[in-house]
Each structure stands twice: as structure tokens, then as C-alpha cells.
């Protein structure tokens, strides 16, 4: 152990701990920008300067091991003094606009400018304004880049994309798209991960909320929506709400307040869902040798993306059924409509999402089973907050409300969508009973959980083992990628999600923080409480099938809820 002084405050820590590190094991906070534990630890910012006691320049805490008897000054004036100086530097080329910024009251930009009490900037002003495809579903405002590195960093090295890069040198240095092409033109999955890394409001989503106002305004327009199983884990956390009373009633309750002429739920799709996946693999299964192995999942359109640009060998192996999002919308338009006597036309479909990606995945060609596109609008869990917010809505104060029928009833496997492995379980929980005409025991598939980046299972079902693994993170899905072209390892099932630790970890930005793990939780306790736990339970996807679409993978049921992956339309949008 090392033994220092931080702060007048004795500190023991192992060898090779540094600083910044050490200083908050004890307790000490030191100011940062750009650090990101593991991932960004370069020092971009050099804002956690500290000073050391017989040194005469400061040091970055971020990158200076401890070694034995320093004697660190956190704030002593020396560091304080320039760390000021450096965060007045980064504030001359940032537009400083906070008023009209996405993350004005979360920025760490704006509080740690405030803390240092930084009300003048004393250096000339030299902001780039870089143009940017305002239609895209991510932008990039490049006024408000610090140049941490963060974006470029968590692309490499978890997601393994390689998007962002630096451009220019010196006083000029900034954060582009890689390789010197547009975005539109790069391999972007849009999993967001850059955007909800970002310490300030240089990345953000395309805002959609305008489009809302536009269709309510509308008389001639019928307004549908569906929210996400993830976005019920946090959209409550704006508002201060408690656990007790961020209920999915109450959110329902808030979206009638905005309104909205019907609230569903996007897990009655992922119970529809599961019927058409879980179906096909027992189908691919039946005749082995016609198809390619492993069946891969297909409901993140991010990861659909990735592997269709990246890894195209690997495209017929996606499962053809569409994601929940656009099942429930293509069920919006025919079924719905039907029950309702409306035109497809006549209905705005809008989903309430965690994902930037399912902004793209509604716009693609493919995703126009009733004629025209089956989701009309996305919006992002950050969307929905501000949409209810520029409302005046307080969701404490209402009573609750339940989502609108004959598409309201879900169970707990389909939320269970929002975490990683979430899909898996699900599908091999009605895998089961279509094998073997019983109910597996609740516990049965659990193994397929965890924030494990690559986890393995094996179950039995009707005699036949099953291999399955579970990824999360488009840099674990490469390598997995990876080692099934080189014949390394074999699966029959697995599931892939964009984002480390599934859709939950996408949603509100908690500086500094990954939520995923906390907020999978949540949707675990939600699916143990729910009555129905297996989606073939779901009465209302019973009748669904009875009165529609006659069985899983019927004709009808191909067209309107099957997606083609190998017709390069589908997915080069």
C-alpha cells in the first residue's frame, strides 16, 4: 500500500491507484471534464489539476500515480487558479448559448463554471461553427465541443466504430466524423453512446417534440403511442419522483394530459414479438441444414445496422422479425385501424423510445407494411421529459391511468426487452411451452442475464440442447463476430444489444454514471409482479392471432411483421 496526504487527510491506497482516484476514496471530489474511468483517461481537459506539496507545476490527478508520502492540495489557489484559467479557455471556444441548449441544468460544462464562479471570460472568442444534416437523427453542434475526447474514445474502445476522430492540430484541434466524410456516409450505428457520454450538449438527438405539436393541432389526425419497456424505468427521475409513484399508470396519465387519443404499451408488441421470433428459431431448428447459425435477434436496430454494414456475411442470420417498435405500429395501422374504422392515413403512430437508433429504423423503406411508415414520430426518453415539461405537467399530482385497449395487455416477458438477455429469456420462455406444452419454471432461463459484455448458457428443451450467448455492446458483438468466422465458437440462439447493458442504459444522462445494471433491476421486479409472465399467455395477443393473424408466421403475419434484412433497401436508409 501507498501511504499520502490529501487534503490534510491520511490516505492508504494500492500501487499504481492515481490521484484523482486515491483523493476519492477518501471522500474528495476533484473536478473533471473529460475523464471517464477505463475508457477516457488522457487528461484532454486538465481541469483536475491538483498541486503537490515541493513541485512547482501542478499535475493531472487523472494520470499521476500516488507514490509514497505526497503531501496533494486538491483547491489549494495554485491548482484552483488554474483550473479556472483552463475552464475560461474551454468556455472561448463554447457558445456559452445555455439558455437554448438540450443540457442546460445537466451540463458539467455549466456547473463546474459556476463553481469556479466564472461570470466574464477574459480571452477572445474563437468558436467553429461546422455545418451539420439538421435531419439526421443524431446532430453534432461542433460551437459546443470542449474537445475531451470522450465521443472519440468510448466509439473505439467500446463500441469499436471508429466514427469520431480529431482534425486540425493546436488551437484548432477538433472532433469530426473519421476519414473525412459526412456521417450520413459512415458506419454509424446511431447507438448513442457518444451522446450519452458527452459532458455537455455538443451531441444530442434530432429534437422531433415540434412534430408532436403539429399532429395534436391536427383535427383529421387520430394520435396513437407507444412507450418503451425501458423508458419506465427513468422518465420518472426528472420530475423527482419517487420510486412508489414513477408508476407506469401515472406515465400513461401524463401522456392523456398532453393529448395523445391513445396510450400503449410497445411490450404488447414484444410479446408479439416473441411469438413470431420464438416461432422462427423452433422453425429454423425443424430444418437445420436450410439455414445459417446462429440465429441472431433483430429487435436493436443498432445492432441490425452494425452487422449489416460491418459484418454482411452475417445478414441471414438475422431473425426477420421486426422489432416491437414497428410490430406494434404495423399492428397500429391494420388491426387497430380495422377495429376502429380508420384509414392508415389517418393515424399518427408515435413511439416513446430509449434508443437515437429507433428514430432511423422507423424511416427505413422496409418499415411501410400498411402503405405508409407504421411509426411516424420516435421520440427519446430525454424527448418525452422535455415534451412534458413545456406541458406544465406535474405526474405527482395525477391519478393513474391504464393503458387503452384492445393493445394494452402485456406481460412480464415483454418487459423484460429493456435489459440485456431481457429478449432471450423471453423467447425461450415460450420456446419451451411450444416444445413441450408446459411452463418452465420461472427461474429456468436467469443464466442469460448479467452485464457480462459475452455470456453463455445451455439448455435442455424436448430432448434437444440449445446454445445460446448473450451480447451487449457493439464492440463485444465484433469480437463475437469475430470468432464465429474463424469457427472458434459455436451458438445456436443469440441475442445482441447495441448498447452495454441494453436499451435501460441509453435514457437520461447521469454524468460519469452507467445506469444500465440499476435500471435492468427494475424492469426484473416489474416482470415478477406482473400476473401474465409468459408472452403466449398474453390474452389479447390470443385474440390478436385468432381474429387476424390466424398463427405465428402465416402469411399475413409475414407480411406485416417480417423484415426482409438481405434487400439492401431494408437497411440503407
Not at 490521484?19 to 486538465?46: F, H, T, W
Not at 451458438?491 to 435501460?504: I, L, T
Not at 460519469?512 to 440499476?518: F, H, N, V
Request: with cysteine.
Amino acid at each position: 500500500m501507498v501511504n499520502l496526504k490529501i487534503d490534510g487527510f491520511d490516505v492508504s491506497v494500492p500501487e499504481g491507484t492515481t490521484i484523482m482516484q486515491a483523493a476519492a476514496a477518501a471522500g474528495i471530489d476533484i473536478p473533471r471534464l473529460c475523464y471517464l474511468k477505463g475508457v477516457n483517461e488522457i487528461s484532454a481537459c486538465k481541469v483536475c489539476v491538483v498541486e503537490i506539496q515541493g513541485q512547482n507545476r501542478v499535475v493531472t490527478s487523472c494520470t499521476t500515480p500516488v507514490q509514497e508520502g505526497l503531501v496533494v492540495y486538491t483547491n489549494s489557489p495554485k491548482a484552483r487558479s488554474v483550473r479556472r484559467t483552463n475552464v475560461e479557455l474551454i468556455l472561448s471556444q463554447h457558445d456559452c448559448l445555455c439558455a437554448t441548449c438540450v443540457r442546460s441544468g445537466n451540463c458539467s460544462l455549466q456547473k463546474l463554471s459556476n463553481d469556479l464562479g466564472i461570470y466574464d471570460i477574459p480571452f477572445e472568442r474563437d468558436v467553429v461553427d461546422t455545418p451539420w444534416n439538421q435531419d439526421f437523427p443524431l446532430i453534432r453542434d461542433s460551437k459546443k465541443c470542449i474537445k475531451c475526447m470522450r465521443c472519440v474514445q468510448i466509439c473505439d474502445k467500446i463500441q469499436d466504430l471508429h466514427i469520431w476522430d480529431v482534425q486540425n492540430t493546436g488551437a484548432r484541434t477538433t472532433v469530426d466524423v473519421a476519414g473525412n466524410i459526412s456521417i450520413e456516409a459512415s458506419n454509424c450505428s446511431l447507438c448513442g453512446q457518444c451522446i450519452t457520454h458527452c459532458p455537455v450538449g455538443a451531441l444530442k438527438e434530432r429534437n422531433d417534440v415540434p412534430k408532436i405539436y403539429e399532429v395534436l393541432a391536427d383535427p383529421a389526425k387520430v394520435t396513437l403511442v407507444q412507450v418503451a419497456p425501458a423508458v419506465r424505468t427513468a422518465w420518472a427521475e426528472a420530475f423527482n419522483l419517487p420510486e412508489e409513484l414513477a408508476t407506469e399508470g401515472r406515465m400513461v396519465a401524463a401522456l392523456k394530459r398532453v393529448g395523445f387519443d391513445y396510450v400503449f404499451d410497445t411490450t404488447f408488441g414484444a410479446d408479439v414479438t416473441i411469438m413470431e421470433e420464438a416461432s422462427e428459431l423452433l422453425e429454423r431448428l425443424r430444418h437445420h441444414d436450410a439455414h445459417k447459425w446462429p440465429m441472431f435477434t433483430s429487435c436493436c436496430p443498432g445492432w441490425v445496422s452494425y452487422v449489416t454494414k460491418k459484418y454482411p456475411s452475417f445478414v441471414a442470420n438475422l431473425s426477420t422479425t421486426k422489432s416491437p417498435q414497428q410490430i406494434f405500429g404495423a399492428i397500429a395501422k391494420s388491426f387497430f385501424a380495422e377495429r376502429k374504422g380508420l384509414k392508415p392515413k389517418e393515424i399518427c403512430s408515435i413511439s416513446i423510445m430509449p434508443c437515437v437508433s429507433k428514430k432511423r429504423e422507423a424511416a427505413l423503406l422496409s418499415m411501410r407494411s400498411s402503405g405508409a411508415h407504421d411509426v411516424d414520430i420516435v421520440l427519446t426518453t430525454r424527448e418525452l421529459i422535455r415534451l412534458l415539461r413545456a406541458e406544465h405537467i406535474n405526474p405527482a399530482t395525477l391519478p393513474e391511468e391504464p393503458f387503452d385497449n384492445p393493445l394494452g395487455q402485456s406481460t412480464g416477458a415483454g418487459i423484460l426487452f429493456g435489459a440485456t438477455g431481457g429478449v432471450m429469456e423471453a423467447a425461450l420462455r415460450t420456446a419451451y411451452h411450444a416444445v413441450t406444452g408446459q411452463e418452465a419454471p420461472f427461474d429456468a432461463f436467469v443464466s442469460v442475464r448479467g452485464e457480462e459484455g459475452r455470456k453463455v448458457s445451455e439448455f435442455t428443451i424436448g430432448g434437444v440442447t440449445l446454445r445460446t450467448c448473450t451480447v451487449s455492446g457493439l464492440g463485444n458483438a465484433g469480437r463475437l463476430l469475430d470468432d464465429l468466422k474463424a469457427g472458434k465458437v459455436h451458438y445456436d440462439f443469440v441475442e445482441v444489444m447495441a448498447c452495454p447493458g441494453g436499451c435501460v442504459g441509453g435514457q437520461p444522462i447521469h454524468d460519469g454514471q452507467e445506469r444500465a445494471g440499476m435500471l435492468g433491476k427494475k424492469l426484473y421486479k416489474l416482470d415478477e409482479k406482473r400476473c401474465l409472465r409468459q408472452s403466449h399467455n398474453n390474452p389479447d395477443v390470443i385474440t390478436l392471432y385468432d381474429s387476424f393473424f390466424g398463427k405465428p408466421l402465416s402469411e399475413k403475419a409475414e407480411k406485416l411483421l417480417h423484415s426482409d434484412h438481405l434487400k439492401e433497401k431494408n437497411y440503407l436508409v
